[in-house]
């Protein structure tokens, strides 16, 4: 086991000037699971393939450990990876392909057995070892490439979007005997994915990139609470948080025809930064509806509520518990979608009218200029 520093990592590809990883400063501890997640393109995977020495480091330094593995071929940095399309051998068992690296290795027959066998009882692969590849369903597949990792008992582990392959189903039973798997093996983890509904449910902590730059990184509930800039509370939660650019008046902001209390020390920052508006943030569960009416009770005709922001609703998407209402509002003269939530008995009409707030307390506020959070 060991801990992994990215020292100032960056990544410059020839023929290219703009880093697709740029000074990337990450200490990942012993043990831990460590989720890198973003949109495509923004240097997850590159910056997983430098700490496997798949990728050039060209300043900065990757540390595994006390060592300083930066210029070392992947074959001295004791690590085992495990990628998205399995990379099976389709002539070999399932035996023989957990247990290649370690005939490569030169352990003797006897040793690799028993590793194999005990991976194999780990991940419910008993009864496959003779099987090939083809034989198997996508799901025992990716069990076969991670057991391929652990008979290698590595000091790292390196996932490269392995579960994009399988069907929704399978994919969340798969993220769950991953997690668990590594809890009960205690490898540090480092994991990439563009999922961020699989990073927040996996990992021990989150990091977000974006143009090969740290957003930020943190516990998936920090960073569901306090997302420190507009990027990342636009990525993080599903469905993802309302962001509305709203005028600074006195009291808080003009939400529609209410005023909104938000934080006094977030609108002095934003006014010293010259700004006149913020962009306030509220997730879909925190919305309340004016005057605490029901939902269900508003429908096409109802024109009489003044307060809050007025959002049409276009379409209901029922949950049973409860459902998510996407609507539009008018705000500053812009039409803006919103995701509200509302009580699976409180399903309203299509074409209906909702006069919402958001609920005190569970406002984020950001600059209108920098993007950075500007609340607690």
Not at 228 to 246: D, H, K, Q, T, Y
Not at 331 to 341: F, P, S, T, Y
Request: include cysteine; charge should be negative.
């Amino acid at each position: 086991m060991a801990t992994v520093t990215y020292d100032k990592a960056t990544r410059v590809y020839p023929g290219s000037e703009v880093p697709a990883v740029d000074q990337l400063e990450i200490e990942i501890a012993d043990g831990e699971f460590l989720v890198l997640v973003g949109p495509s393109g923004c240097g997850k995977s590159t910056s997983l393939r430098m700490l496997a020495g798949l990728e050039d480091v060209n300043g900065g330094a990757i540390r595994i450990g006390d060592r300083d593995v930066t210029h070392l071929p992947p074959k001295d940095r004791d690590i085992a990876m495990v990628f998205q399309n399995y990379a099976l051998y389709p002539h070999m068992t399932v035996a023989q392909n957990m247990g290649f690296a370690l005939k490569i290795a030169g352990v003797n027959k006897v040793d690799i057995r028993k590793k194999v066998e005990e991976a194999a009882k780990i991940l419910d692969l008993t009864e496959y070892l003779d099987r090939k590849p083809k034989a198997l369903s996508g799901g025992q597949r990716q069990r076969v490439a991670m057991g391929r990792a652990i008979v290698r008992e590595p000091q790292v582990f390196l996932m490269d979007e392995p579960l994009s392959n399988l069907d929704a189903k399978l994919r969340v039973q798969t993220r769950t005997q991953i997690a668990g798997l590594q809890r009960r093996l205690g490898v540090t983890t480092v994991y990439v994915t563009h999922d961020q509904v699989e990073a927040m449910t996996m990992g021990d902590r989150v990091a977000v990139l974006d143009k090969g730059l740290l957003q930020q990184i943190d516990t998936p509930r920090a960073m569901y609470d306090k997302p420190a800039n507009l990027f990342v509370a636009g990525f993080i939660g599903s469905p993802a948080m309302n962001l509305v650019e709203v005028p600074i008046t006195d009291g808080g902001v003009k939400f529609g025809n209410s005023v909104v209390a938000v934080e006094r020390a977030a609108l002095s920052e934003a006014q010293a930064k010259g700004d006149t508006s913020v962009v306030v943030g509220c997730r879909p569960e925190h919305f309340d509806l004016v005057n605490g009416e029901s939902a269900a009770g508003l429908t096409k005709t109802d024109k009489d509520q003044t307060a809050g922001l007025a959002v049409s609703v276009n379409v209901v998407e029922e949950l049973g518990a409860d459902a998510y209402v996407y609507g539009t509002a008018e705000v500053g003269g812009e039409v803006k979608d919103l995701v509200i939530r509302v009580g699976g008995r409180e399903i309203p009409e299509k074409g209906a009218t909702l006069h919402v707030v958001p609920r005190p307390g569970e406002t984020h506020v950001f600059s209108t200029s920098t993007g950075a959070r500007l609340s607690d």
